[in-house]
């Protein structure tokens, strides 16, 4: 479904992504682990067109998607949930989950897309009315996955869903995204802490310093002393 | 009491001007985060190019009473400039540095003062004897141009419909997200070029229409824009940059202020202008409505 390859990103002068490649088939979940500052964000956001690659090319259910705008990218069916939630602060809840049904023309109707969103996360619709700052993190991280959500997506890309919460939140996060799972779309998402790498992950990809170290199953990652060294301290 | 009256609708009527124009400048402002210089030139432009249009109207037999049909068209259609200057100008330096985009509205603003000297001459031109078309009302013994009750309501419409496009409508809360976090709203499908185009030629028409409502209170002259810029400037630092309930407040207090300074002491008009917003700018940096949402 996303297949990226060999990708350079530079940031002003400095290469931030060198020769990176990862895939995400249909309905998998995919992780990318990595200390801060590794380029997990950064891959992520030249995913969804924010940055352009220097080399390499990113193509999305065949297209080629590197090079095209970010919201080409989100009407192609996918869906972006940032670290910060990037919550519309002066939209209510269902504001901010409603917008995505107007700007993505076509697929489900509008109805069954909200529907959906709260249905994974059944809190909001109790909160509909509240604005953004009137929100916990953990709320504001569940309105940012639903509103993705909403855009009717065929894959979602999380970039550190569980960051800043507390420890009680994360597990209720974490079963959101398995239903979100099991509705049938793929997932890529990032995170910098791998034990918060849900256990229902398909495939894991180690980054550091802008490099993958390591691709494969998650379990096989605690075989790799490079990757252990890099990720095996974290708690 | 009837002179005060008299000088607080004066001061009402010009604060409905000024507030078309501020809040063209608001939207603009609140959304791609460009300070427009060339809201004042899109006054005149609309000034001048109601004046045209009213004078053909005449000249084509139509009934006078109905000139403030061709007036408002002519000054709501002419807002398609912001279509030009947009996509044509602007576009090219919304990646670039907050100054690249005030050089490039001030040299829009340049470029415009030439254009109307070389359309319309360098003569003062006006729709001569329409002003008072619709006659007079008596209010607390004050007697008010209807015309001037006209376009006060019709701010008063504009205002509440902003209001609405805003608050109710899937386009305001587009262009409210838009505002709130360009890059998220991108991510959501938002086509921000569409986005920026509607909302600068939003932005245009109000200068346009503002410009078009004054002209048969006053005459069109081609600085006309520059003097407004500053009022402009002084509405948007006392209400809040961004602010829309902000340009009007602070339209209310430019427009009443400058009305009893030109009544008690014609020579303290922009002085006393000016000494608000230094007040404002000294006490409330963010202005009465800083940071509010648009």
């Known amino acids: 479904m996303l297949a990226v390859k060999n990708v350079d990103v530079y940031i002003q002068a400095s290469h931030i992504l060198r020769s990176v490649s990862l895939d995400v088939g249909a309905r998998e979940v995919v992780c990318l682990v990595g200390r801060n500052g ?160 849900p256990e229902y992950a398909d495939r ?15 379990h096989e990652a605690w075989k790799d002393p490079g990757v252990v060294r890099v990720i095996g301290g974290q708690t | 009491m009837s002179a005060l009256v008299s000088i607080l609708m004066g001061g009402v009527f010009h604060a409905s001007i000024l507030f078309l124009v501020a809040a063209g400048l608001q939207v603009v402002f609140g959304v791609q985060k460009v300070f427009n210089l060339a809201c004042g030139s899109f006054y005149a432009l609309g000034a001048y190019f109601g004046v045209s249009a009213v004078q053909w109207y005449v000249a084509a037999g139509g009934p006078p009473a109905f000139f403030i049909v061709p007036l408002i068209a002519a000054g709501a259609l002419i807002g398609v400039t912001g279509v030009i200057v947009e996509r044509g100008l602007l576009s090219f330096v919304y990646e670039r540095d907050e100054t690249f985009q005030l050089l490039l509205t001030f040299a829009v603003v340049l470029m415009m003062e030439d254009a109307i000297r070389l359309t319309w001459g360098t003569a003062p031109v006006s729709t001569s004897g329409l002003y008072l078309v619709y006659g007079q009302a008596r209010l607390a013994g004050a007697a008010v141009p209807v015309y001037n009750l006209i376009v006060i309501a019709a701010s008063l419409v504009i205002a509440l419909g902003i209001g609405w496009l805003l608050t109710r409508t899937a386009f305001g809360r587009i262009i409210r997200a838009t505002a709130d976090n360009r ?78 300074a030109i009544s008690v002491y014609p020579e303290l008009e922009m002085l006393i202008i000016y000494l608000i917003v230094i007040t404002v700018l000294v006490f409330r940096p963010r202005g009465l409505f800083g940071g509010a949402a648009a």
């Open chain 1, 204 to 218: 894991l990809y180690v980054i550091e310093r802008g490099e993958v170290i390591f691709a494969g199953q998650p």
């Open chain 1, 38 to 197: 590794a380029g997990k964000t950064t891959t992520l956001r030249t995913v969804m067109g924010y940055l352009r690659p220097r080399a390499g090319t990113i193509t999305f259910k065949g297209v080629r998607v590197d090079g095209r705008r970010t919201h080409e990218i989100a009407r192609l069916g996918v869906g972006w949930a940032p670290e910060d939630s990037g919550i519309f602060p002066d939209l209510t809840v269902a504001e901010n989950i409603e917008i995505a049904t107007w700007t993505r023309p076509g697929g489900s109707p509008a109805a069954e897309r909200l529907a959906r969103a709260y249905e994974v996360f059944p809190v909001l619709k109790t909160y509909a009315a509240r604005k953004g700052p009137e929100m916990s993190g953990g709320e504001r991280k569940m309105l940012s996955i639903a509103r993705a959500l909403a855009l009717d997506p065929e894959m979602l890309i999380l970039d550190e869903p569980f960051e800043g919460l507390s420890p009680a939140i994360v597990p209720v996060i974490s079963a959101s995204i398995a239903t979100v799972t099991r509705l049938g779309h793929s997932i890529l998402l990032a995170e910098s802490n791998i034990h918060h790498v």
């Open chain 2, 183 to 260: 890059e998220m709203a991108e991510a959501l499908g938002v086509d921000m070029r569409r986005v920026y185009a509607k909302v600068f030629t939003l932005g245009t028409a109000l200068g346009t229409l503002g410009g078009a409502l004054v002209i048969p209170a006053t005459a069109a002259m081609s600085e006309m824009g520059v003097e407004l810029i500053v009022e402009a400037f002084a509405v948007v630092v006392i209400g809040g940059l961004g602010s829309m309930r902000g340009a009007f407040v602070g339209a209310l207090v430019v427009g009443i202020l400058r009305a009893v």
